[in-house]
């Protein structure tokens, strides 16, 4: 049980007053038992003395009837109620009851008494009739000899009956003391603690918030200047939660997410914007959540607790954090100390959502990163195509020589077997730069609508065979049906060259798997990728479960000359014409690989909606002898005079002209009508192409064919005026020549 501080005063003060009341009674009580005991005592000492007076002289007589008459006169004034006379020895010389004459009283009062000169009181004590006495002993001496002692019994009973009716007397007084001490303490404790009461409800209301209360002042003592100290506490208090209140303000209309978090991770307060970033995770905000954002890195020495505790004046760090509802953010967290008396007290933490700036600098380092990556390939395609280009004017001399050389060399000379050597060697060299080409995108095309399923299916022989027996070839996956625009043979080039890569990077045997789909790429899936037009497109993939790629050898792979496979076993060239094909049918590819579980390469080929035709089908028209006049146009003067030796001994004839001003000098100057005009498009002064306009403006019957290393698709770049002019490819060799010519003189001469 508790008790209030009125009821402990009353307690106190009563308890000290009464015991204060009851001691006083004790003393009172015990001073007028010592005073009557001596009153008594001298009353008998007197009544003694008078009776000694009386009986010295019949005891000197020894007139034993007077000593009686004295003895029952003076037990008869009540004050004693017996008297007797003692011997030296103790023996009973006279009594006031006969009866008692002769007895001896032995004890060691008794004797003591008989030998001491002065009156003696004995101790209280009770006599075998009940009474309570208390005896004196009073020495009889005459002339120096002592007669004999005087014992007086003297009767208790009346002091005992005085000092017990004053102690019940005093004992009434005592309890109505006490009473009285108890309701003046109380009177007083109520006093006391009334205005103590008053202070302490006010604080528990101060406490609950209410802070415009003020309690009286109505005393100058400790109590009223603890009211004063009270109310002028209050007064500060309401003035300063005023600032508090507008501090939260402030706070709260912070844009960031501010915090505090003492030295035991405890958040002391935040903002509403961090409930917002915490998605209203109030419970949390004000308990112990501060793993919420320190989580991954609370063990780790970019703990911002520890290092604002360890020193550190500003921390800023980015880190990844997961909300409860499993949403993953970004944030960049600064944080300062958090001072109280110049003490580091806890740390002060700034919180920003950065995850859309992130995502948007992603996005935009992404763009960046295809830009520059597309800007390489480009420049890295223009020379590989330039280079690919002069190649191709050397090497259409080299191979049409040789074989005008085979053609002239009789068989079984060793020149024809060394010309042959010359001959393979440059078609092999050839080759190489069709496959720059490729990649520069500048290779001839011809382009009709394929079935990429029936493309996979017609070479599943072929891939066979390419990759072994250990690699199973799975191609139940063929669920496109729409059609693309494409090159035939150039896409079984592009199947070829991922299937024996596929080989190469499964040397224990795999899965090669070909899979083709319909896929609409969007909207969003063109701003990922800045390079793809939104529409229909088919998708064909080919996965292998090989080594895969890392990231460092994936990033190179499309350029040519990249290889991991050694000098003997790759040229690099593989996946670049692959890249160049694919982009120049107006796809793009894709690769996803992972070290040691394989990779797949994804090539989207826009689709379309035209049947599927025949190619234009080449008839080859041999054994005519031309007799036709042939304009040549060609800068390069190697070239054009192996064109002149290729076709003079064929019957044409031939005019050589090293540029278009030149050739159209010469053609004012040609007896008869010019048959055609076999021109190199990329020239000095005037390309191949303006001087085909003007030529068949001046003579429309005229027949243009174009001799280019570049793509027939670039060089008539949809000029509806070249529609009708021929295009073959360079290097030129005799045959392709005479076959062209054949072709187009053929037609010219059936229509
Ligand atoms: N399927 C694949 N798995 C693992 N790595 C591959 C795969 N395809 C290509 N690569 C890597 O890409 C590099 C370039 O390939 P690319 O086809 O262009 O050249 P290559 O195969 O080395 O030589 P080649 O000119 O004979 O094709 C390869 O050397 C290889 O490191
Ligand atoms: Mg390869």
């Known amino acids: 049980m508790r008790f209030g501080l009125a009821a402990k005063l009353t307690l106190f003060m009563g308890g000290a007053m009464a015991l204060v009341a009851v001691t006083m009674a004790l003393t009172v009580s015990l001073y007028m038992q010592k005073s009557l005991e001596r009153e008594h005592h001298l009353r008998c000492l007197s009544s003694a003395a008078h009776l000694v007076r009386h009986i010295r002289a019949p005891l000197i007589t020894n007139d034993l009837y007077s000593l009686y008459e004295y003895f029952q006169d003076t037990v008869q004034q009540d004050l004693f109620y017996s008297v007797m006379l003692l011997d030296g020895s103790g023996k009973v010389l006279m009594h006031n009851d006969l009866l008692e004459i002769g007895k001896i009283h032995e004890d060691p009062f008794s004797r003591h008494a008989l030998q001491t000169e002065k009156p003696l009181f004995s101790d209280i004590f009770w006599t075998e009739d009940g009474l309570l006495v208390d005896d004196v002993f009073v020495p009889i001496v005459v002339a120096d000899i002592r007669l004999g002692t005087l014992r007086l019994g003297h009767s208790h009973a009346e002091i005992e009956k005085t000092v017990g009716d004053s102690r019940k007397q005093i004992v009434l007084v005592g309890i109505a003391a006490i009473l009285a001490s108890l309701l003046l303490a109380n009177f007083l404790a109520s006093v006391i603690a009334r205005p103590i009461r008053s202070l302490t409800d006010a604080t528990k209301r101060v406490a609950l918030g209410d802070l415009n209360l003020s309690v009286d002042v109505r005393k100058g003592d400790e109590l009223g200047i603890l009211a004063r ?104 967290l600064t944080a300062t100390p958090l001072l109280e008396n110049d003490r580091i007290a806890g740390v002060i933490e700034s919180i920003q959502d950065i995850t859309d700036q992130k995502a948007a600098e992603k996005e935009s380092q992404n763009l960046q990163n295809q830009l520059v990556q597309a800007q ?106 729409r059609k693309i625009i494409g090159d035939h043979s150039q896409l079984v080039q592009v199947l070829m060259n991922l299937a024996v890569n596929a080989r190469d990077a499964m040397p224990n045997g795999g899965r090669l798997i070909i899979e083709t789909a319909d896929v609409d790429l969007d909207e969003d899936y063109a701003r990922l990728y800045s390079y793809v037009q939104p529409g229909p497109y088919v998708l064909l993939s080919v996965t292998d479960t090989g080594i895969g790629m890392s990231r460092e050898v994936m990033k190179n792979i499309f350029e040519p000359f990249f290889t991991t496979k050694g000098p003997e076993a790759g040229t690099g060239l593989g996946l670049s014409t692959v890249y160049g094909t694919v982009k120049q049918h107006g796809g793009h590819i894709h690769v996803y690989s992972e070290p040691d579980r394989g990779t797949t390469f994804k090539i989207y080929l826009p689709a379309t909606d035209k049947e599927k035709g025949e190619r234009a089908a080449t008839k080859a028209l041999r054994g005519r002898q031309g007799s036709e006049t ?32 030149e050739a159209l000098e010469l053609f004012n100057t040609i007896q008869g009508p010019l048959d055609v005009l076999l021109t190199d498009v990329m020239m000095p002064e005037m390309d191949g192409r303006e001087l085909a306009r003007r ?7 005229t027949k243009v064919i174009f001799m280019s290393g570049y793509a027939q698709s670039i060089i008539m770049q949809n000029d509806s005026t070249l529609e009708q002019c021929y295009f073959i490819p360079k290097p030129i060799t005799p045959s392709v020549l005479d076959a062209k010519l054949r072709q187009v003189l053929g037609e010219s001469t059936a229509s």
Do not use: W
């Open 376 to 481: 390489k390939m480009e420049s890295v395609g223009r020379l590989a195509g330039g280079v690919a280009h002069d190649f191709n004017n050397i090497l259409s001399v080299i191979i049409g020589y040789s074989e005008l050389g085979l053609a002239t060399v009789p068989k079984g000379d060793p020149l024809s077997e060394k010309l042959r050597i010359i001959e393979d060697a440059a078609q092999k060299a050839a080759a190489l730069v069709r496959q720059l080409l490729a990649f520069s995108r500048k290779q001839v095309l011809e382009m009709t609508v394929l079935n990429v399923n029936e493309v996979v299916t017609n070479m599943m022989k072929m891939l066979g065979r390419v990759i072994g027996e250990d690699i199973r070839l799975e191609l139940s996956s063929l669920r496109a049906t």
């Open 695 to 701: 030529i068949m403006d001046m003579h429309p019957a």
């Open 229 to 332: 100290s009270f109310n002028a506490m209050t007064r500060e208090l309401r003035r300063t939660t005023v600032s508090h209140d507008s501090l939260q303000n402030i706070f709260n209309s912070a844009s960031d997410a501010i915090r505090t978090i003492n030295l035991e991770n405890d958040i002391v307060m935040s903002n509403r914007a961090m409930t917002d970033l915490l998605n209203g995770q109030g419970k949390c905000i004000q308990g112990k959540c501060y793993q919420l954002i320190h989580a991954p890195i609370c063990d780790t020495a970019d703990c911002v607790l520890k290092r604002i505790a360890g020193g550190e004046k500003y921390v800023q760090l980015e880190t990844a954090i997961e909300l409860h509802d499993g949403r993953k953010k970004v944030v960049r």
């Open 630 to 661: 042939i304009l040549v146009v060609e800068d390069e003067h190697v070239l054009r005079q192996l064109l002149a030796d290729i076709l003079r001994p064929m019957g044409y004839k031939i005019h050589l002209a090293a540029n278009g001003r």
